[in-house]
T-cell receptor, first 111, second 113 residues
């Protein structure tokens, strides 16, 4: 069945270091979405990528969608303590009405 | 505009008890979802409703039932709770389908003893 795999599962960085999480799908995706969940909170939408090779930036966050539309990455430059949380990627299920979420990458930032 | 609301926030059940988790959205969204979140397992889809009047199984539907009561409300029922159903449950909604942003509720933390 469809799967969205995410690595690493955990990442611990010092404040100011960069961070990257990777997302891989077993099938070609029409789009990929990224969500962030703060500790004790609920997932919040960050961005959606649709085009092959697409790159989008949100301040220190850079999102990429692979040329084959089977992988994606989120890169955070110069992490801050406010970046702490779990980052999820999600791709459409076959039904077209729901998403398959990856297991997430939990980021811990030490001051 | 409250977004997605869920009740209750916390619940403790004994094995075999039943309960219904309530979810409502005020964004006039067509699609609604129920997920469970367990440590290291990410968000797993239990059931979803693409539109009012329809429901479909997700990844882990066993032990659960759902009702799309109207366009606003989507409830999740545990008929006979088991310790394996201890989890955090999130409801979400989207305008229509998998190309739209999903908006999540604050979650229900359920413990089954």
């Amino acid at each position: 069945g469809q799967q969205v795999m995410q690595i690493p599962q955990y990442q611990h960085v010092q404040e100011g270091e960069d961070f990257t999480t990777y997302c891989n799908s077993s099938t070609t995706l029409s789009n990929i979405q990224w969500y962030k969940q703060r500790p004790g909170g609920h997932p919040v939408f960050l961005i959606q990528l649709v085009k092959s090779g697409e790159v989008k930036k949100q301040k220190r966050l850079t999102f990429q969608f692979g040329e084959a539309k089977k992988n994606s990455s989120l890169h955070i430059t110069a992490t801050q303590t406010t970046d702490v949380g779990t980052y999820f990627c999600a791709g459409p299920r076959n039904s077209g009405y729901a998403l398959n979420f990856g297991k997430g990458t939990s980021l811990l930032v030490t001051p | 505009n409250a977004g997605v609301t869920q009740t209750p926030k916390f619940q403790v059940l004994k094995t075999g008890q039943s309960m219904t988790l309530q979810c409502a959205q005020d964004m006039n969204h067509n699609s609604m979802y129920w997920y469970r979140q367990d440590p290291g397992m990410g968000l797993r889809l239990i059931y979803y409703s693409a539109s009012e009047g329809t429901t479909d199984k997700g990844e882990v539907p066993n032990g659960y039932n759902v009702s799309r009561l109207n366009k606003r409300e989507f409830s999740l029922r545990l008929e006979s709770a088991a310790p394996s159903q201890t989890s955090v449950y999130f409801c979400a909604s989207s305008e229509q389908g998998s190309t739209d942003t999903q908006y999540f509720g604050p979650g229900t933390r359920l413990t089954v003893l």
